[in-house]
């Protein structure tokens, strides 16, 4: 069965450090999501991408976060100087379809822990 | 009022019991109505997903949603210490740019004793 898989699994950063999280989608998936869970809370959207743009982000999406599809293939987030409330569990969600029949599908996540 | 909310328990049941899952709501524009199972430092996984009011089953689990109560379950009958692990409710909200995003419940943890 198909899957998301994500890149790496554990990353540890010092306090204003640049760190980028990989993703490698579904293939034929068409719309790509970040999500992060901190540690003990909710799962909360951080960004949907689609056709190369950003469709929606929350307010948790500020100047520092940015994403990216490179190469066609992977799906990035870049940190562009980590805090320590940045610490948290990334996932990445990739669909099929656009509208309302399908469902995400989430990777297994990156656990990001800033110093 | 927030959005979604699911009491985060923990659960604990022995084998075999019934194990009833609850979220209520209180936007209306949510759209699908998910169930996704998490185990410790995992990524969600995707248990059932439904659209309209009214039960869905699969084998040993049932997704019931009740729109006007603002109200959605997850039924697991016959439980197993497999079963163990934290229930997300999640909702889908559509947004401008075509897409959806899901407004995720805190998470039940369920514990299933042999």
């Known amino acids: 069965e198909p899957e998301v898989t994500q890149t790496p699994s554990h990353q540890v950063t010092q306090m204003g450090q640049e760190v980028i999280l990989r993703c490698v989608p579904i293939?034929?998936?068409?719309?790509f999501y970040w999500y992060r869970q901190i540690l003990g809370q909710k799962v909360e959207f951080l960004v949907s991408?689609?056709?190369?743009?950003?469709?929606?982000k929350s307010e948790i999406f500020d100047d520092q976060f940015s994403v990216e599809r490179p190469d066609g293939s992977n799906f990035t987030l870049k940190i562009r100087s980590t805090k320590l409330e940045d610490s948290a569990m990334y996932f990445c969600?990739?669909?099929?379809?656009?509208?309302?029949?399908?469902?995400?599908?989430f990777g297994p996540g990156t656990r990001l822990t800033v110093l | 009022q927030k959005e979604v909310e699911q009491d985060p328990g923990p659960l604990s049941v022995p084998e075999g019991a019934i194990v009833s899952l609850n979220c209520t709501y209180s936007?209306?524009?949510?759209?699908?109505f998910m169930w996704y199972r998490q185990y410790s430092r995992k990524g969600p996984e995707l248990l059932m997903y439904?659209?309209?009011?009214g039960n869905k089953e699969d084998g040993r689990f049932t997704a019931q949603v009740d729109k006007s109560s603002k109200y959605i379950s997850l039924f697991i009958r016959d439980s197993q210490p497999s079963d163990s692990a934290t229930y997300l409710c999640?909702?889908?909200?559509?947004?401008?740019?075509?897409?959806?995003?899901?407004?995720f419940g805190k998470g039940t943890k369920l514990t299933v004793n042999p």
């Open positions: 969600a990739t669909v099929g379809l656009a509208g309302f029949t399908d469902t995400q599908y």
């Open positions: 293939s034929n998936h068409l719309y």
């Open positions: 991408f689609y056709n190369n743009e950003i469709s929606e």
């Open positions: 936007n209306s524009a949510f759209q699908y």
């Open positions: 439904t659209y309209s009011s």
């Open positions: 999640a909702m889908s909200l559509p947004t401008q740019g075509g897409s959806e995003k899901l407004v």
